[in-house]
Every structure is written in structure tokens, then in C-alpha cells.
């Protein structure tokens, strides 16, 4: 079966209910060429069950296709953000963090302050920059622990990197400070040539897109304050 | 000397930064970041330079007396040892 994520033509030897009822609205049958395809053997299998005794098959499928889809991401423009990305007014707003800090949480009192507003992806969207150098992100069938993904390309407001505080306040960073946090939540291939093109979707990403650090904690100011930080201005 | 194989010098949002990859990323998963006189040094270094010859480098490059020029070197050097960047020989 093939699939368009995130604009690449994707097939995908799908088995299990899980990844198969996640990508059901990425099918596609269109004419394009098939950009990437991942085929994950019995062997594959096995030997991670055997590494990760408290996996299953479906975990296994979902979690190593996906590893295997943002790893090809890096040869079209792409990255994965480890981030929850939300949709508000037509614009996607990413919040990333390490594990447990309280991305997916962060965006959930988005959900309830901003009427309208959806997840785009909940844990890994992806970033692509189209031809025109506008940056997006994408939702993708793998996102994460939850299933909270929609098939859109959304246009980039902002970046933000999260943090727990006990007050809710947010300031812009420059780029060069963002970069520790940003290569931290990405897939940093172990081959050179990879390397270099995450490096350089990465440059061309922060020359384009804002990045901000918010200090937040669960109220539901937490998303009024990283709104009126983020939102673009008016044109 | 020489960098240690495996880590690469780039330019990532108007900043120098090295990262492993290769078998150097699984013990390093890190980000150095430099400064100007720093990303030339590492430059010169991932080549194999010796010492006497990156500083007869550095003193026709940059506007330094030779003082100044080994401070900085040494400065490098110390830091990149310590952070075990560097094949000796």
C-alpha cells in the first residue's frame, strides 16, 4: 500500500491494526512515483522483540516504520521536530521538550482556550520547506503514544521550546540559542552526508521560523501567555 | 594533531557548531560551538596540522602578535584535549 506523508510518496508493507487504522487517511493512489519504500522483514522482527522484550509485532511496526519514514524525511527538505504541534487560525505552532516535560499537556489547554484550534500531530510532526521557502509542518501516522494526528500541511507560526516554571512567561531566542535544544529533540543520523542535510534543512528552518522559550506551568493562562507570544502580526 | 575522526565542523544559524556522527556519535551526542578563531582552528586541525605550522598559519591570517596567537592556540588545544577531540602524534 502507498501513502502520501507529508508530500512524500511513501509504500509501506503495513500489517497491523494499529499503524494500519493511524494511516488510513495518508492512503494514496495517485499517479506520482513512490519516493521511499520500507519493507520491515520477519528477521527485523524478531531481533528487535528479542532487544525489547515488552514490545509486541504492532508496536514494533509502528514505532521502527516511523523511524524509518524520518530517516528518509532528512532527503526532502525534512525533519522530525520531537515536539505536540498545534493548529490555530490556518498556523502551526510546535512546543518541544524532552520526554515528561509536558508538550502534549501544554497543547491540550490550547484545545480548550482556543475553540477551532486541533493537533496537527502530537509528538512527531514533520517540517518540510516547499520550493518557495515557506516552512511547514505536517501531520504524519506516527505520533507518538497517542493517536492525535491530521493529514494537513500547515504553514510554521513558531517554535517554541518548553519549559516548567511556576509563573507563565515566554521570550524570543535567537537561533544559534536554539540549536542545542532543537538537535536534541531530532533524529541525528549517524552517517555524514545525513548529518549535513539535517544541518542544512536545520539552518534554512531557524532563519525562517521564530523561536521562542516559554516558562509555563498547567493553567489555562499557560496557553493565553504562549499565544499572544507567538501569533504573527497582523499584515 | 588532528581532529579526532568523526566529528564535523558547520555553519548552522550563523554559528559554528560540531557534531559527531559515525561511531563517534555514540559516545558523543553533544554540540560544540565556536567561535570564529575557533572554527579556523578546528579547520586547520581536521587537515593534521602541527603546532609550529598553525602558528605560522594564524600569524599571516589574523592581525596577531605571536603572543596573543599562542594563547589562543593553546587555549584551543587545552579545551579540545580535555574534551578528548583530538588525535596527538
Known amino acids: 500500500m502507498r501513502y502520501n506523508i507529508a508530500g512524500i510518496i511513501v509504500d509501506m508493507n503495513v500489517r497491523f491494526p494499529r499503524l494500519g487504522s493511524q494511516s488510513r487517511d495518508y492512503e494514496y493512489d495517485g499517479e506520482r512515483e513512490t519516493n521511499v519504500k520500507i519493507r520491515l522483514s520477519e528477521q527485523f522482527y524478531n531481533d528487535r522483540l528479542e532487544e525489547n522484550p515488552h514490545l509486541d509485532y504492532e508496536m514494533i511496526e509502528y514505532i521502527w516504520m516511523g523511524s524509518e519514514f524520518y530517516n528518509a524525511l532528512i532527503h526532502f527538505n525534512g525533519m522530525l521536530l520531537h515536539s505536540s504541534c498545534i493548529v490555530y487560525e490556518n498556523k502551526a505552532y510546535l512546543f518541544s521538550a524532552p520526554c515528561g516535560t509536558g508538550k502534549s499537556t501544554h497543547t491540550q489547554l490550547w484545545l480548550k482556550r482556543f475553540p477551532g484550534s486541533y493537533i496537527l500531530n502530537d509528538d512527531k510532526p514533520a517540517i518540510r520547506i516547499n520550493n518557495d521557502g515557506t516552512v511547514y509542518a505536517f501531520g504524519t501516522p506516527f505520533s507518538g503514544k497517542t493517536n492525535q494526528n491530521v493529514n494537513k500541511a500547515v504553514p510554521i507560526a513558531g517554535i517554541c521550546i518548553l519549559e516548567r516554571d511556576t509563573t507563565n512567561h515566554i521570550e524570543s531566542v535567537t537561533p544559534d540559542d536554539a540549536l542545542f535544544n532543537i538537535l536534541n529533540q531530532t533524529v541525528r543520523p549517524p552517517q555524514e552526508d545525513c548529518m549535513d542535510m539535517v544541518l542544512q534543512t536545520l539552518d534554512k528552518v531557524l532563519g525562517k521560523v521564530p523561536v521562542y522559550r516559554l516558562y509555563c506551568n498547567m493553567d489555562l493562562e499557560a496557553a493565553e501567555v504562549s499565544y499572544n507570544g507567538m501569533k504573527p502580526d497582523d499584515e | ?89
Request: proline share 0%.
Open chain 2, 1 to 89: 594533531m588532528k581532529t579526532k575522526k568523526g566529528f564535523m565542523l558547520r555553519s548552522v544559524a550563523g554559528r559554528h557548531v560540531v557534531v559527531a556522527v559515525g561511531k563517534a556519535s555514540i559516545e558523543f551526542n553533544g554540540l560544540i560551538t565556536l567561535n570564529d578563531t575557533g572554527a579556523y582552528i578546528w579547520e586547520k586541525l581536521s587537515n593534521g596540522i602541527t603546532y609550529d605550522e598553525l602558528l605560522k598559519d594564524m600569524l599571516s591570517d589574523y592581525e596577531v602578535d605571536e603572543k596573543t596567537a599562542r594563547e589562543g592556540i593553546d587555549g584551543f588545544l587545552a579545551t579540545a584535549r580535555e574534551a578528548n577531540l583530538l588525535d596527538e602524534d
